[in-house]
């Protein structure tokens, strides 16, 4: 079966050879006779002189006509010169050189010639190819050259079978074969036809049998270790290495496709020879000198492929090792990935990529699309290269500081390193924008990874098992290895801000944004995870440290870039950092009540610092700053904890933790009055009226429950206030609308109402209702629960719907004017229960007949006073109430007073209703009459003529 298999593998090589070669001599047919067909097209058009040949002629002296006159070409030969001009209309100008003979030869494409384009060029389109060349110029190469690899396997295989020769004679002749299918690549490169080595780049002869040989020599060399064991590892090791090196500097000649293959072998290569005691450095010096044999190979031929692989190859075996020793040794890992990244920076791309970045965009074509200064930084060539060489290292950093890989001693500063020369790359190669990135990411993974497995995790979940809680490394080392990458970050952002802040403000935003975050995210995570929360004197002193280099930056650019708005993101970015440094430092060094007024300190000494510089993010610190003590508050909302707050109203913990922010917050904006931005101050002026806001209400409810603070449900009294001071923000923020207009102001005025009306539907009404709960509303009639409850929400509602008429929506003014009737009615309806029921006005008490016709009066007295309000004021909505009353008031007289009153109450009740309702009706046609009275009417004259008016 194998000597079939073999012969036909011969024929399909043989037949594939034959093919090429019938194909490339049917092509030259073709050519010819486009050719002659061109020269007949040739010499029947008249031939026109160009503008500047006949300015030369004018030019020119005359010549005398006694001068020798040149003799006149030959027939054949102006037919020949015909022949070379027409082919040179069809294959784009003159032979080539030898030189482009050269790169077509090895796969390259031959550069294009300098001529202008022909007609023939202009006009005519290329055409797709046919499938008769995908077959015969094509994919007959691709089969020949594996069936003449398979070939020589089979015939190897074939011998040892048939045991006609000895293993080393096949070995011998299995190189000798090799070596000739290289040979006889080298031999057909160098007479490639550069039109056939372009048009068919990537299925060229000679690359195909080079990499046939290739695979044989490769083959040969492990058959010799691996199977007969004619030499050793170290031997074997040796040759497999020079041949797939071999392989990759043949690729210079034979094009991308052969490195590939080249590279594949070198990574094979480890796994193929097996040692008793193999060395790591053995491993890695390997694969370094294969990797940095490819990138040179691809510097010279600038490939993009082929490096890409070698990145993702070299990683890949470094993950393996990692993970297959135990323990593993970490520094030929390291080296490997620090020769990796120094390649890329310094080998290629290296330089030249940045060259090619800062060449400017020519846009010639009007369709061309001009890309912006953020498209160019974040879509920087040979982006392959630096992506895939940064996800490379920074996998293998990660798995080397694994929890579940076991090191010889944890790799803390193999990490660091790793992760520091990626930045570093970053920082100084404009084109490295995502590896940059990604270092800034993986810093803050490895710092989580390394204090994270700690017993904060215990503490967040008990239930997690104790070997698993523990931490990986010591506090201390964790919080060195915190401050050293900050510190290196914030020093390469300060070299990337200062290399390319001009040229590509961009990527000095990326590097601001970087150096701000990455400290503060590590300098947290390890005072969070490892350090003392109460009082920790270096992470203190470390993050008011950094806060105080990061405004000497920021301090030091600004004066570099004083004629320049592109530095206001990096600017930003830098002050926003120190801002959290500093948050970060009050939260170590000060603990309770000093951090939380410290903090709104500091965000009014960076407005206060507007009077100095006029940074537009100065102001925003401050909004930082409150948002941080929200936090805070939101945490631990008694500031100091509740085992220590003081249970005197008002003067407490409270009034200064709550109090002395908002306080600062209304001098921030007020200090900002003329600051040419209207956002911020309008915000600040937002922060301070919640605070003040919620200054009152925690005072509140700290008074109200004897100083306890919990989740109790608050009682009605408390939730009246609540409501109250809902209405006074409301009112405040739409008077500070009216003075500097702003969308917070505006809608937020209306938020705030609205919230406070739906507590009315669910609290008032329903929830704490002294009628559904039982409470008691106290032993002085009128100063009652109902006067705060209702009453006095009623009368805030009714001021607020009066003062928002013109200023806020119809429907908004509308709504806050029958919620103030809806309060009202309930007042009065409770206050009539609280006369016939005293303090406890349950549902269980049932009703009494004089309870039950008092209802009837006081709501048509209250439909009447609202009908002359609404008549007073012009208010519709509160006459539309009054009638909403009156006609609630009719329904009960007739179905309930009907039906439960008896005697002199039930006449009673109908009188009365009868005798309001005539007068509701008088009032309305006096009202009605005298508006009609009112219209202006136009005097007629009687006597006047007829169109006249008088």
């Not at 160009?50 to 040149?70: G, L, M, N, Y």
């Not at 009539?832 to 009837?856: H, M, P």
Request: charged content about 10%; glycine content about 8%.
């Amino acid at each position: 079966m194998l000597e079939v298999i073999a012969f036909v593998a011969f024929g399909l090589a043989l037949a594939a050879l034959l093919n090429g070669r019938k194909t490339a001599e049917r092509l030259d047919t073709e050519i010819a006779a486009l050719k002659e067909h061109l020269a007949q097209l040739e010499a029947l058009r008249p031939v026109v002189p160009s503008i500047d040949a006949v300015v030369e002629a004018a030019d020119r002296p005359e010549v005398p006509q006694s001068a020798p006159q040149p003799l006149d070409t030959p027939p054949f030969e102006r037919k020949r010169l015909a022949d070379i001009k027409t082919g040179d209309a069809i294959f784009g100008g003159p032979p080539p050189s030898q030189d482009a003979v050269e790169k077509a030869s090895r796969g390259e494409p031959v550069a294009a010639r300098s001529n202008a384009a022909t007609t023939i060029d202009a006009v005519a389109p290329r055409q797709k190819e046919s499938l008769e060349s995908r077959l015969g110029a094509r994919w007959a190469v691709w089969v020949g050259g594996i069936a003449l690899a398979l070939g020589g396997i089979f015939m190897v295989k074939y011998s040892i079978d048939a045991g006609l020769l000895s293993p080393a004679v096949r070995l011998f002749m299995a190189a000798i074969f090799g070596l000739v299918l290289m040979a006889i690549g080298e031999f057909i490169r160098r007479r490639a036809v550069p039109l056939v080595g372009d048009a068919f780049q990537n299925a060229m002869i000679p690359g195909i049998l080079t990499a046939a040989g290739a695979v044989t020599l490769f083959g040969v060399c492990y058959a010799a270790h691996g199977v007969y064991g004619f030499i050793g590892p170290v031997t074997a090791f040796a040759l497999l290495a020079l041949v797939s090196l071999a392989t990759v500097a043949l690729s210079l000649l034979h094009g991308q496709a052969l490195a590939g293959l080249g590279l594949l072998a070198s990574l094979v290569t480890p796994a193929l020879v097996s040692s008793e005691s193999p060395s790591p450095w053995t491993l890695f010096g390997f694969l370094g000198i294969a990797w940095i044999a490819t990138l040179l190979a691809a510097r010279i031929r600038r490939w993009t492929v082929v490096p890409s692989m070698a990145n993702i190859g070299l990683s890949l075996w470094a993950l393996a090792y990692i993970a297959s020793s135990t323990p593993f040794e970490t520094r030929p890992v390291t080296l490997v990935m620090l020769v990796m990244i120094a390649g890329i920076g310094f080998v290629w791309p290296g330089r030249q990529a940045g060259i090619i970045d800062s060449e400017p965009v020519e846009t010639n074509h009007p369709l061309e699309t001009v890309h912006t200064s953020w498209e160019r930084t974040m879509t920087p060539p040979f982006v392959a290269i630096t992506v895939t060489a940064g996800i490379s290292a920074l996998l293998t950093a990660l798995a080397m500081i694994s929890p579940l890989a076991t090191a010889s001693g944890y790799p803390v500063i193999e990490f660091g390193l790793i992760v520091t020369a990626l930045a570093a790359l970053g920082a100084v190669r404009r084109y490295a924008v995502y590896p940059a990135i990604l270092s800034a990411l993986v810093a803050v993974i490895g710092v989580w990874s390394m204090t994270a497995l700690s017993g904060l995790l215990t503490f967040i979940d008990p239930s997690m098992p104790g070997h698993i809680a523990t931490f990986t490394v010591s506090g201390h080392t964790a919080m060195l290895a915190s401050m050293l990458l900050s510190c290196a970050f914030i020093a390469l952002g300060a070299c990337a801000i200062h290399l390319h802040g001009t040229e590509r403000p961009p990527l000095a935003t990326i590097w601001a944004a970087i150096a701000a975050v990455v400290p503060v995210a590590l300098i947290g995570m390890s005072l969070l995870m490892t350090g003392n929360l109460t009082f920790d004197l270096p992470h203190g002193l470390f993050a008011l440290a950094a806060a105080l280099v990061l405004l000497g930056l920021t301090e030091w650019f600004s004066r570099r870039k004083a004629a320049s708005d592109g530095l206001d993101l990096p600017q930003a970015f830098l002050i926003a950092g120190s801002l959290g440094l500093f948050v970060i430092a009050l939260h170590a060094l000060t603990d309770g009540l000093a951090t939380t007024i410290l903090i709104a300190l500091f965000g009014t000494g960076y407005v206060a610092a507007t009077r100095l510089r006029s940074w537009p993010a100065l102001p925003w610190m401050m909004v930082g700053a409150a948002i941080a003590v929200l936090a805070r508050i939101a945490w631990e909302p008694t500031i100091v904890g509740s085992l220590h707050l003081g249970k005197t109203p008002v003067f407490n913990a409270l009034l200064a933790g709550y109090g002395i922010p908002a306080l600062l917050l209304v001098l921030s904006a007020f200090e900002l009055r003329r600051w040419p931005d209207l956002r911020v101050r309008n915000l600040l002026q937002a922060l301070a009226s919640l605070f003040v806001l919620l200054t009152v209400a925690i005072l509140v409810r700290h008074a109200m429950n004897g100083g306890v603070l919990d989740s109790a449900v608050p009682t009605l009294g408390e939730q009246s206030i609540y409501t109250l001071l809902a209405i006074g923000g409301s009112a405040i923020m739409m008077t500070l609308d009216r003075k500097s207009p702003s969308p917070v102001f505006r809608y937020g005025s209306m938020v705030i109402g609205v919230l406070s009306i739906l507590s009315i539907l669910g609290a008032h009404l329903i929830g704490l209702n002294p009628y559904f709960s039982g409470e008691l509303l106290g032993s002085i009639p009128f100063f009652d629960l109902l006067l705060i409850g209702y009453l006095l929400p009623g009368l805030g509602y009714a001021g607020l719907a009066w003062y928002a008429r013109g200023k806020r929506p119809v429907p908004y003014v509308t709504v806050l004017a029958v919620a103030a009737a809806v309060l009202v009615f309930a007042w009065a309806t409770l206050s009539v229960r609280r006369f016939w029921q005293g303090q406890n006005i349950a549902d269980w008490k049932g009703f009494l007949q004089g309870e039950t016709y008092t209802y009837s009066v006081v709501w048509l007295l209250l439909g009447v006073l609202l009908l002359v309000l609404g008549s007073r004021f012009n208010a519709k909505s509160i006459r539309i109430a009054s009638a909403v009353l009156v006609f609630v008031a009719v329904l009960k007289v007739f179905l309930i007073d009907m039906a439960n009153l008896e005697g002199f109450l039930r006449a009673l009740s109908f009188i009365g209703l009868g005798a309001v309702l005539i007068g509701i009706g008088l009032f309305y046609q006096k009202i009605l009459s005298g508006k009609a009275g009112a219209e202006p009417q136009t005097p007629v004259d009687i006597d006047a003529q007829p169109g006249q008016v008088n």
